[in-house]
Structures are given as structure tokens and as C-alpha cells.
């Protein structure tokens, strides 16, 4: 993100809406904050994608987690689920 802290990474997923709104294809934005995201640090194979052998840190959403008023429900983080302190 070249425009932290200006824009602050907790908007991601509303500039994702947006991008997706303007025309990216929806799967293409998912893969923009998850497996690509990984492969440009170099972490992707460890983390970006649900498989086998892979640290399983997942956030359920409420709805779509493009969505303006979609919220999180649960987060697992390395197999554990989190209690959400929200």
C-alpha cells in the first residue's frame, strides 16, 4: 500500500469495493489482498490461499467482505479461533 499511513490499511477492503466497483474483477480484488499479496512478500507458502500445510489464519464475514456494512464474525488464527474483542 503506497499511500500508508494516508490511507490506513483498515480501509483495504472498502478500496477493494471501490476497485471492484470501477470495474476489477471481483475474484482478481480477493486475490489482490490475499494469495498475490503473499507472493509479492514472499510468503505464499506459508500464508494467501486455503491449503493443505499452510497457516490457517481466516476471517468469516457476515456477507460479502466487500460489502460496506459486512462485519467480522469469527478469526482463526494459526488453527485457533480468536474471541472476537470487537
Partial sequence: MSDHPVI??????????????????YLEALKANTINAAKIV????????IKEGKDADIVIYS??????????????????????KL
Fill in 8 to 25: 490506513t490499511l483498515d480501509t483495504t477492503l472498502a478500496q477493494t469495493g471501490l476497485f471492484v466497483k470501477a470495474g476489477l474483477d
Fill in 42 to 49: 514472499g510468503l505464499d507458502h506459508i500464508v494467501g490461499s
Fill in 63 to 84: 456477507k460479502d467482505p466487500l460489502s460496506y456494512d459486512s462485519h467480522v464474525l469469527l478469526v482463526i488464527l494459526n488453527g485457533k479461533v480468536e474471541v472476537n
